[in-house]
Nanobody, 117 residues
Framework: QVQLVESGGGLVQTGGSLRLSCGAS????????MGWYRQAPGKQRELVAI???????NYADSVKGRFTISRDNAKNTVYLQLNSLKPEDTAVYFC???????????WGQGTQVTVSS
């Protein structure tokens, strides 16, 4: 089973920035895509951004233009740059990886992002 470890969360003021990291225990080449999801209290987990093995990206409308997902294959790490943060971005952010060959998805443990108004 792949291990995913997130880091980089914290408390930031409205308009601030954070960079989240998701380190994988193995090569991220094996993942067809990786992504970031978030879950706010009392709400369902929602997709924030994904990046495919080919580097294609997709974002939720609510974060387009503010968040950027990227990957460093040499470091087996995926990043999520969060800019112009808003209080409604407050949530636990989870890293996710999908392996089509194994028909298997893996989740990280999550990292808390809190944006104060």
């Amino acid at each position: 089973q792949v291990q995913l470890v997130e880091s980089g969360g914290g408390l930031v003021q409205t308009g601030g920035s954070l960079r989240l990291s998701c380190g994988a225990s193995g090569s991220i080449f094996s993942f067809n895509y990786m992504g970031w999801y978030r879950q706010a209290p009392g709400k369902q987990r929602e997709l924030v951004a994904i990046i495919t093995s080919g580097g294609n990206t997709n974002y939720a409308d609510s974060v387009k233009g503010r968040f950027t997902i990227s990957r460093d294959n040499a470091k087996n790490t995926v990043y999520l740059q969060l800019n112009s943060l808003k209080p409604e971005d407050t949530a636990v952010y989870f890293c996710y990886a999908w392996e089509q060959a194994q028909k298997r998805g893996s989740w990280g443990q999550g990292t808390q992002v809190t944006v104060s108004s």
